[in-house]
């Protein structure tokens, strides 16, 4: 498979996912409460990139300063490149050997016969014939 999407991120990029990955810091949790009362949050958030929001210990969302964002985002595109390019290959991969194309008319016809059959197992299934 190739790897030509990774060309998009960069070193940086990487870095900010990978400090969400490997969880959070020290401090990196904020009260609910304390998003409205205090601005500290916001100096700990440049410092760390990611913080937890808690309400009553339990984390309600996860906060995330832009670049991380950024970075997440960017890196999420990549996998999800990855998984298309990947799933493709493999019905290639699938269809290797077969040699009995179908085409017009008889594309058509065979098509409808899949669907007439499909349906009635469907309906056999919901009426509880099956």
Known sequence: MKEKGLNKMTLQTIAEVEKIRHGFEMGSQVGVTSLGRSTKWREDLERLAAMQIVDRNQTTAILLK???FQALMTYLD???EKLEQA???ALFDHRRDTTEFLSGEELATKAKE???ARKQQLRGFLDGDK
């Open 66 to 68: 832009p670049e991380s």
């Open 78 to 80: 990549q996998v999800d």
């Open 87 to 89: 799933q493709v290959e």
């Open 114 to 116: 899949s669907f007439r």
